[in-house]
């Protein structure tokens, strides 16, 4: 009988197939629109959320709902199944531009400013190290023109 075999024991979520170009703020008390930056590889939702998802739910515990901006990405499910269970994902023309919500089974939640995939990489290096910045409360907007 292997570890995971053992009744007894849980396995932790699977580590993510991609490491996720993200940057989150340390765990403190929140400042600020957004809890860090996200700077996917395309605009494919059900391609880049797997990895995603696996990164915050260290954070976040299980993830129950993700939402997002339609106008941003390319049709997506209603669900996608990642680390073992159903994740909702709700799609809204009003979610704020450039913005990804992370909703958590307990609750919490992760809003993460999105960087468009087609921006140039020196720009969104230093968009995500501010948006992470720990006293950094800037706006969506504010971020990505200082970027």
Excluded: C
């Amino acid at each position: 009988m292997t570890h995971q075999d053992h009744p007894g024991l849980r396995r932790h979520p699977a580590p993510p197939d991609f490491t996720p170009r993200l940057r989150l703020k340390p765990k403190a008390p929140q400042t600020g629109y957004v809890d860090g930056a996200w700077w996917p590889w395309s605009n494919d939702l059900t391609g880049e959320l797997p990895d995603l998802l696996a990164v915050l739910s260290v954070r976040l515990g299980a993830v129950d709902r993700v939402l997002y901006n339609l106008g941003e990405w390319a049709k997506a499910p209603a669900k996608i199944a990642t680390g073992g269970r159903p994740v909702r994902l709700d799609g809204y023309r009003r979610q704020p531009i450039n913005t990804l919500e992370v909703l958590g089974v307990n609750r919490q939640k992760i809003v993460l400013l999105v960087i468009p995939p087609a921006t140039d990489p020196e720009q969104a290096h230093r968009t995500i190290m501010a948006a992470a910045a720990p006293d950094n409360d800037a706006s969506v907007d504010g971020l990505l023109v200082q970027g």
